[in-house]
């Protein structure tokens, strides 16, 4: 009976994507290509809202145990589609990330657990989560793969090692990133996941690696989210130092540079990034022995030591992305 409803759940998440496709092309919700993009063509955006097609299910199936943090999934993927379409502003914006980050701390038990100033960290690393998560979405494949990469590792840490969340509430979320790249993983894409697609999946990633954390009360499965983690980080201060808005679209990321500067196939950059990060996942999960500290120094130091010495050999050029 459980397969047969998550199975009833992955046909209704390719139907209703089928159904989006269709309303966002005949009213116009495309994305155009500019100078700082990394694709040339007209392409349906906020392909994403499957991942908010799929909380509402997990609503439905699972609404007594966690609806305060599917409400804060949903709510962020509400606001996030809507500035999709809208353009809404950035103080708007922000206060519903971090209402939606609050239900979910509220559903983790965060208020009653920490000091308020570790809870301000948690914020701080939340939303810093959140925007990388968007950063990184730029190219075919990107999102959807990375977010398989962790939502499998989880749910096998969650089947196999230490159990912290019912699966379902992680089988929805990678049918989702199934659908979604039928969609997206390819040469051309059909659609774009917008914002709607790369904030709500991060957000409903941050509960369920926080859930695994404090549960499990180990640091060490943050390093799910590394690569992410230090391109997003040494991009920021790489901006910096070039006294660039870091506010501001931009191409300076390392997946940008591949695709946009070396032209290298948006398609294998995606499935690039998704086997490192995998190969960190496993590396993680294989010597639990080891001490939080030794692990991340065993898998971040490498990570900067690549980014630093291999980006400049891409002959970015600069006065573009100034």
């Known amino acids: 009976m459980h397969l047969l409803l998550l199975f009833t759940s992955f046909c209704l998440l390719f139907v209703l994507e089928l159904i989006y496709l269709k309303i966002a092309d005949k009213y116009n919700i495309i994305d155009h290509p500019n100078e700082r993009s990394s694709h040339s063509n007209i392409t349906i955006r906020g392909g994403g809202i499957i991942f908010l097609f799929a909380a509402l299910i997990a609503l439905i199936w699972h609404f007594n145990d966690f609806y305060t943090a599917l409400f804060g999934v949903i709510l962020i993927g509400v606001i996030s589609f809507l500035d999709d379409v809208y353009s809404l502003s950035n103080q708007l914006r922000i206060f519903f990330h971090f209402a939606s980050v609050s239900l979910v701390f509220i559903y983790l038990g965060i208020f009653g657990l920490l000091p308020w100033w570790e809870t301000l960290l948690l914020y701080i690393l939340s939303i810093g989560i959140i925007n990388a998560y968007n950063f990184m979405d730029g190219i075919n494949g990107m999102t959807g793969w990375y977010s398989v990469v962790i939502l499998a590792s989880l749910q096998w840490v969650n089947l196999y090692q230490f159990y912290f969340i019912k699966p379902d509430l992680i089988w929805l979320p990678l049918l989702a990133c199934t659908v979604f790249l039928f969609f997206n993983f390819r040469k051309k894409a059909r659609c774009f996941a917008g914002d709607v697609g790369s904030v709500t999946i991060a957000l409903w990633i941050i509960m369920l690696l926080f859930d695994l954390i404090f549960t499990s009360n180990n640091w060490v499965y943050i390093l799910f989210l590394g690569v992410y983690g ?12 070039l006294k660039q808005n870091i506010f501001k679209a931009h191409r300076l990321h390392f997946y ?43 898998i971040i130091l490498p990570l900067i030591f690549t980014y630093l010495i291999l980006k400049p050999l891409l002959h970015i050029n600069r006065k573009a992305d100034l």
């Open 256 to 298: 940008q540079l591949l695709a946009n500067e070396q032209k290298i196939s948006h398609l294998l950059i995606s499935a690039c990034y998704a086997l490192v990060q995998l190969v960190i996942i496993l590396f993680v999960i294989n010597n639990s022995s080891l001490s939080g500290m030794a692990l991340f120094l065993m």
């Open 230 to 241: 230090v391109d997003t980080v040494l991009t920021i201060l790489h901006r910096l130092l």
